[in-house]
């Protein structure tokens, strides 16, 4: 089942070159253990096991996507938690690879892709897609594959940067084709993909003065905020 699904997703691909899609490039989280991962990171995968756990009328044997699940710790949470498979997609070979050394379980797969790519269609019980849509150019037709691999009643837990609060245009980062604004992201699900809103949060992970990013904050501060603006909006969508 699982070289079938392999197949259908048609894993293995080359990263583009003029992206850097290396383990250091700086984007992704590289500590070897849960405790070494930063907290804001951490409570989004922490929130999401925790809603699945009541959510969910068997969550030990939900089937759950993780993407893109760079080094794999935030499939590693949530299946510890649940119990459940996840299937993981990555745009880089060495995250994958560290995501196996690391954060390896039996009931954890990891793949190397770059979108483009296709998923079977209502496959997921849920899908975690954590600081990923920014980093794709075409981010409707990611988000189209994505919600259509969610099964109907299935979960979408998003978090996406918040323009209004860190904007782009004051951050520059190379790795972000875009930051989002709350009322745009949400009718964008809503509208023309056919998610329903559960519920929001906003975090804060860092100090601005007048839009530009100056400094972290404490991790005790890095901790989500249901339905308040925040420099990052997370949220969970029910496939209708």
């Known amino acids: ?115 483009p790519f296709s998923l079977p269609v209502s496959t997921f019980d849920f899908v975690t897609c954590f600081e990923s849509l920014e980093h794709v150019d075409a981010d409707e037709a990611f988000l189209r594959v994505v919600t259509d691999s969610i099964k109907p009643g299935g979960y979408l837990f998003l978090s996406v940067p918040n323009d209004a609060m860190q904007p782009l245009a004051k951050n520059p980062n190379e790795f972000h084709f875009r930051h989002y604004h709350h009322d745009d992201v949400v009718a964008m699900l809503e509208a023309k993909f056919e998610m329903e809103l559960v519920t929001w949060f906003g975090q804060n992970m860092y100090q601005f003065n007048d839009g530009y990013r100056v400094g972290g904050l404490e991790e005790s501060e890095m901790v989500l905020h249901e339905k308040t603006l925040g420099q990052v909006l997370v949220y969970l969508f029910r496939k209708a």
Request: glycine share 14%.
């Open 1 to 115: 089942m699982i070289k079938r699904f392999l197949r259908m997703i048609g894993c293995g691909g080359s990263p583009r070159k003029e992206r850097d899609f290396t383990l250091h490039s700086g984007e992704r989280q590289t500590g070897e253990t849960l405790g070494s991962i930063r907290r804001d990171h951490l409570a989004r995968y922490e929130w999401a096991a925790g809603f699945l756990a009541g959510g969910l009328a068997h969550p030990e044997s939900a089937f759950g996507l993780d993407i893109f699940s760079a080094t794999g710790y935030g499939m590693f949470l949530i299946s510890r938690n649940l119990g459940c498979c996840m299937f993981g997609v990555e745009g880089s070979s060495e995250a994958v690879a560290f995501a196996n050394e690391h954060f390896r379980d039996d009931r954890l797969f990891y793949s190397h892709k770059m979108f």
